[in-house]
């Protein structure tokens, strides 16, 4: 079983990408259990601070005599941090020590152990932190920014909530290029539609900038006629614009992904819009319906749908 260390700002988003593509999991707090292994993961999930191994828990009294027990492969030296344990690190490096004959090295250690819990004590061995650098990223730092960019941390999740595995990803109100940016640096190819042709330039300028590519097309997706196997998108929510005519943006571009979508579709909105029931008319499942809080006059919400 592995175990995944999560920020704690969307803590259900980011239980529902590790699902997503790692299989069924259970969030306790900070912490995401699965069965499957989370290894290489955290180079591109957005909630995810770092993956662990876990190598046995136990109650705390029993910790001396199951670290006795274990077969620490170990291959040089070490290190112990933990999160919320009542144990203190130096003790439970003291009994890693005495049974694997390893040193401890607090600064540059081959192998980096953790102990999560309080009840119950999880010792675990790190698969890897997440450096994806986000905050480098934010509408601020790039090159031809818009008031609506949404973090890359959300836009990352958005991406990894479609499941894509291989594959092409596609953002169908590209705007400015956040989505297609996050998708291009985990490796898919990446293809972005907008009817307004400013922000494509502003895609175009922000993907370049960051040394990544996508295919930018000009056109209005509600009158797309292709196959969409995952994609993920961000509905428009206001500046100039009426309530009533973007109720009738969402509706064409959801009657839309009813006609075209083979795969998942993520689809982000503000809250006072009922997607959920206009996806279900489109013909549309439902997996996920998620909040990501923005400010007190607006909640994003996201419906994760499937065809």
Known sequence: ?????????????????????AGKAKREDDLVFVDASLKNLEKRLAF???????????????????????????????RVSTSKSPVD?????????????????????????????????????LHGVNDSQFEKRRGKHRPAP??????????????????IKKGKFTDPMCGSGGLLIESALIGFSSEGIDLDSRLLAKA??????????????????????????????????????????????????IAMLGRNLTGTAVIMYPHWADVPTLVKKAGLSVRYTLEAYSHRLLTRKIVVCYA
């Not at 046995?56 to 005599?65: N, Q, T, V």
Request: charged share 25%; net charge positive; hydrophobic share 35%.
């Open 1 to 21: 079983m592995d175990v995944a260390w999560i920020y704690q700002d969307f803590p259900e988003i980011a239980r529902a990408e590790i699902e997503t593509l």
């Open 48 to 78: 995810t601070k770092a993956t662990y191994k876990i190598l046995f828990s136990c109650k705390e009294e029993d910790l001396e005599s199951t670290c006795k027990k274990h077969p620490w492969k170990i291959t040089k030296d070490f």
């Open 89 to 125: 690190a130096a003790k439970i490096g003291h009994f890693i020590k005495t049974a694997s004959g390893k040193q401890v090295n607090l600064h540059t250690p081959t192998n980096h152990f953790m102990v999560f819990g309080r009840d119950r004590l999880y010792v675990c061995e």
């Open 146 to 163: 818009h008031p609506t960019t949404m973090h890359p941390k959300l836009a990352r999740a958005l991406v990894n909530l479609t499941g």
């Open 204 to 253: 175009k300028q922000n993907l370049q900038y960051f040394g990544v590519t996508a295919t930018l097309t000009k056109g209005d997706s509600t009158q797309l006629k292709k196959k969409l196997k995952h994609t993920a998108l961000d509905l428009p929510y206001g500046r100039g614009t009426t309530k009533k005519d973007l109720e009738k943006t969402y509706q064409a571009m």
